[in-house]
């Protein structure tokens, strides 16, 4: 090793400070670096200049008494190191490491950086800024913006001339970083990293995607009927320049990744969803935003404004707890479903039904568009047709009695009970639907003046009503509707 030679300043002071005293606080003299130290004993102070008295002073001194040539005082452990180049430097696709921590024999070099040692590893700057690191067995693995690498650790691997590897041990602390493959990164991004077993998730908001890094390599995870939702969502996480979050969990009581996409200052305007390994494809979309997200022993947690709140739990102390309330706030719950038999023929649907338990609304039912037409009459608009059905009540909120009654606490229902809703039929919820529509061109009959709705496929959307135990257990168990078909054909 070559010598070195450091020049080291080893010095020691005080200040000495006079300032004139005064019962006026706007005549009091004040040092705080903001006017410098005066170079002469005299008026120069512009505080001490507004004074009845020069005697207002500051002076740095370093030998006992202040006279000349008295005895210094004692050096300082201080040293101090002149540099050529002062400013800090900032690395943004390097690591580097400290000494070694033993616990066992006491040793703590932590807070040691040897320059004389190689302590720095560099990744590729083409790849953007180092964002996250994980540590898996011996392994690191390193997240830029633009590609996922991993590195052993305190090993390395020897490569033969065939192209074999063999890991031997090395006294290097970080090995060669070796990427995965694809142009994937976790861009600006790291909340959105969680990780259970093997499996470690992540989005790539640059190319608008939701990651899965496990023992097969990297897979799109949102290419699993989502990529038109991911384009368009991750593409409105930033507001006005600013940086959105993309916060990333995994809910190991559900097993499941959530993923929450938060707009910058916009507290409305997110999307929160779960991701299930076991069917490859996204489950459910929730109507919370949370500050945090963390699983603690199998139960999931959430911080929202600075308050902790349990997901998944039915009772607290002793009181029951609703279901789809978030932070204090119930939701209903929904299910959208399309009914598409027979693709190419044109059908009519004329009932709607059920499996599962009492509490279930018919929201919304409509079949698809007929195409772009323009409206000569009005507009000159480009408008487009479809069939809808008025909205099915329940089978509680539905039921009246022959007087009318619908069942509040001040009429009662009188048997026998009346359904306009959903009736129940062999453990099924059924009922019949009628048209809604506005008149389209061409037609004779239309609205509620015929019955079922007509349509290559329908949508249809369930949802919980707020009558029938209120935040209670509601199973969907299938969902039908009979048709016929139009035409013959």
Known sequence: MAGATIEVKYFNTFVLKKSVSSSNATNQPVWNGSFGVPSTKNNAHPVAAATSSVNSWAIEESRIRGGYNNTSVDFSPRAYLVEDEPNALIRFNSLIYSGVFNSRTGINDTNVFPVGQDITKTADPANGSIQKLYAEDTNLIVFQQYKVSRALIDKDAIYSAEGGGNITSSNLVIGVLQAYSGRYGISNNPESFAVYGYRKYFTDKV????????????????????????????????????????????????????????????????????????????????????????????????????????????????????????????????????????????????????????????????????????????????????????????????????????????????????????????NAYVANLVNSSAPAEGEITFGNQISGIKGFYVTATFSTDTVTDPGGEKQLFSVASDFFSNNGY
Do not use: C
């Open 207 to 426: 190319n608008n995607v939701v990651l899965r890094l496990s023992r097969d390599g990297i897979t799109e995870i949102s290419a699993y009927g989502m990529t038109d939702f991911f384009r368009d969502e991750m593409n409105n996480v930033s507001v006005g320049g600013s940086k959105g979050l993309i916060l990333g969990s995994y809910d190991l009581y559900s097993d499941m990744y959530t993923l929450s996409l938060q707009q910058t200052g916009e507290q409305s305007e997110y999307k929160t969803l779960t991701f299930d390994d076991t069917i490859n494809g996204w489950t459910s979309l929730y109507d919370y935003s949370p500050d945090q997200m963390f699983t603690i022993r199998n139960k999931f947690y959430s911080i929202k404004n600075n308050e902790l709140w349990q997901h998944y739990n039915t009772a607290f102390d002793g009181v029951t707890v609703n279901r789809s309330n978030f932070y204090g706030v119930s939701y209903p719950s929904s299910v959208t479903v399309i009914f598409n038999p027979e693709p190419v023929r044109s059908k009519t649907f004329s009932t709607i039904s059920y499996e599962g338990n009492s509490g279930w609304q018919l929201t919304a039912m409509a079949s698809d568009g007929t195409g772009q037409g323009k409206d000569y009459s009005l507009t000159n608009a480009f408008l487009t047709t479809f069939d809808q059905v008025n909205n099915v009540l329940s089978y509680t909120e539905g039921a009246y009695d022959s007087l009318g009654n619908t069942g509040t606490a001040a009429n009662p229902l009188n048997q026998p009970l009346l359904r306009a809703g959903f009736d129940r039929k062999e």
